[in-house]
């Protein structure tokens, strides 16, 4: 079946950094959608990608639809505290497909 | 807020009883899904509902029971369930529910149910 390789799978950051992350897979799919998770709670959507080669922003939050259609990152500028928590990313075909998640975390 | 809801927030249950799950979305979507998040592991659809018509998903053991009533409402029955089902469950809504697996159709989730399955 589908799958998506999702690196890393964790990192420390430090206040002020830039994070990227990244998923992979054989497949092509038709949509990308990046979503975050706090501890004790659902998935919340971040940004949603429609069109290979689509760059699209949400404040410091930055994703792009991979031109093969196979592939999607997420860059985040200027990190702060509170962007820690897994985030995940998610395939459209004939479902949707998630990534296993990067784990953010802070360097203390 | 996402405007799905889902009660309880956690449950504990022993492998002889029987519990529901209930989600419920105030975006006017037209389907709406469970999946399972285990610890470490993707998360994994069991069921969707697409204008309150079950999409089959067969990979999910009978003693998981889907229920729609209405495009707003949905819930997970369980019954004689096993240690290994204690997971994260999670209800999503997509706008669409184009009959398929909502695989193009943006979803957005609840906060989810804890359940520990002793």
């Known amino acids: 079946g589908q799958q998506l390789n999702q690196s890393p799978q964790s990192m420390f950051i430090q206040e002020g950094e830039d994070v990227s992350m990244n998923c992979t897979s054989s497949?092509?799919?038709?949509?990308w959608l990046w979503y975050k998770q706090d501890p004790g709670e659902g998935p919340v959507l971040l940004i949603a990608?429609?069109?290979?080669?689509e760059l699209t922003s949400n404040g410091r939050l930055t994703a792009q639809f991979g031109i093969t259609r196979k592939d999607s990152f997420l860059n985040i500028s200027a990190s702060i505290p509170s962007d820690v928590g897994i985030y995940f990313c998610?395939?459209?075909?004939?479902?949707?497909?998630f990534g296993a998640g990067t784990i953010l975390r802070v360097k203390s | 807020e996402t405007g799905v809801t889902q009660t309880p927030r956690h449950l504990v249950m022993g492998m002889t009883n029987k519990k529901s799950l209930k989600c419920e979305q105030h975006?006017?979507?037209?389907?709406m899904y469970w999946y399972k998040q285990s610890a470490k592991k993707p998360l994994e659809l069991m069921f969707v509902y697409s204008l309150e018509e079950r999409v089959e998903n067969n990979s999910v053991p009978s003693r998981f029971s889907p229920e729609c009533p209405n495009s707003s409402h949905l819930f997970l029955h369980l019954h004689t369930l096993q240690p290994e089902d204690s997971a994260l469950y999670l209800c999503?809504?997509?706008?669409?529910?184009?009959?398929?697996?909502?695989?193009?159709?943006?979803?957005?989730f609840g906060p989810g149910t804890r359940l520990t399955v002793l």
């Open positions: 998610a395939g459209g075909g004939n479902k949707l497909v």
């Open positions: 497949s092509i799919f038709n949509t």
């Open positions: 990608l429609y069109k290979a080669g």
């Open positions: 975006l006017g979507h037209n389907a």
């Open positions: 999503a809504s997509s706008p669409r529910g184009n009959g398929g697996l909502g695989g193009t159709d943006t979803q957005y």
